[in-house]
C-alpha cells in the first residue's frame, strides 16, 4: 500500500504562476522527498528534507513539513513549461530505507 | 554516463514466458532497489540489496519474482511464467549509504500480452 498521498492529483496553470502540491502520509518518518517524473521517463530527485527540518529550498522549490500533521508541500515559483511532470512524495521510515511513494500531483503547465 | 542504467528499455512477452531484466547502478553505490510502477501509480517497492545481500522483499514480490545482485555490482530480476497483471514498468534505484536520495534509472516496461 501507498503511505503519501499528494493532493490535487492534476494542477494546471500558465507559465510564470505558482504551483503548490501537498503531500499527507501516515506513520512516523526519517525523511521525505519529492521526485519528479517526466511522461514515460524515470524519477528524478528534487529536494530531500529530515524528520528535524521544517523548511528547505532549492532553487525555484520550496518544501515545507510538519511532522505534527504529517504534511508536507511543494512550492515551484515562476513555473515554466519544461516543469510539466508528475510530482511524488516518497517517504522513508523502515529499516531498509526502501521508499514508499504516493500516487503523483500531475502538473501542466503552459506557456 | 554514470547513472544508473537498465536493460532492456521494453519487454513484450507472452503470457507464461519468463523475463529477466538487468539493472546496473553507479559504481560506488552499495543499495540498489527494485519498485513497480503501474500507469497512474507511483513506484511500489518490491525488494533491495546492500551489497550482495537481498534484505528486504515486500509483499508484492511473489514466489515468480526473483532477484539477485551477484558481487554486489549489478542486479537481476526475473519474473517467472508471466501474468498480464505483471505489465508495469520496472524500475532500479541506487544510493550511497542509509536515508539519502535514490537515483533511478529510466526504467523496464514490461508488457504481457
Known amino acids: 500500500s501507498q503511505q503519501g498521498e499528494e493532493d490535487p492529483q492534476a494542477l494546471s496553470i500558465q507559465e510564470g504562476e505558482n504551483a503548490t502540491m501537498n503531500c499527507s502520509y501516515k506513520?512516523?518518518?526519517?525523511?521525505l522527498q519529492w521526485y519528479r517524473q517526466n511522461s514515460g521517463r524515470g524519477l528524478v530527485h528534487l529536494i530531500l528534507?529530515?524528520?528535524?527540518?521544517r523548511e528547505k529550498h532549492s532553487g525555484r522549490l520550496r518544501v515545507t513539513l510538519d511532522t505534527s500533521k504529517k504534511s508536507s508541500s511543494l512550492l515551484i515559483t515562476a513555473s515554466r513549461a519544461a516543469d510539466t511532470a508528475s510530482y511524488f512524495c516518497?517517504?522513508?521510515?523502515?529499516?531498509?530505507?526502501?521508499?514508499?511513494f504516493g500516487k503523483g500531483t500531475s502538473l501542466l503547465v503552459t506557456p | 554516463d554514470t547513472g544508473v542504467s537498465q536493460n532492456p528499455r521494453h519487454k513484450i512477452t507472452k503470457r507464461g514466458q519468463n523475463v529477466t531484466f538487468r539493472c546496473d547502478p553507479i559504481s560506488e553505490h552499495n543499495r540498489l532497489y527494485w519498485y513497480r510502477q503501474t500507469l497512474g501509480q507511483g513506484p511500489e517497492f518490491l525488494t533491495y540489496?546492500?551489497?550482495?545481500?537481498?534484505?528486504?522483499k515486500s509483499r508484492l514480490l511473489s514466489d515468480r519474482f526473483s532477484a539477485e545482485r551477484p558481487k554486489g555490482s549489478f542486479s537481476t530480476l526475473e519474473i517467472q511464467r508471466t501474468e498480464q497483471g505483471d505489465s508495469a514498468m520496472y524500475l532500479c534505484a541506487s544510493s550511497h549509504g542509509v536515508g539519502g536520495e535514490q537515483f533511478f534509472g529510466p526504467g523496464t516496461r514490461l508488457t504481457v500480452l
Open positions: 528534507i529530515r524528520s528535524n527540518e
Open positions: 506513520t512516523s518518518i526519517n525523511n
Open positions: 516518497a517517504t522513508d521510515a523502515g529499516s531498509g530505507y526502501a521508499l514508499n
Open positions: 540489496f546492500q551489497n550482495e545481500a537481498q534484505l528486504e
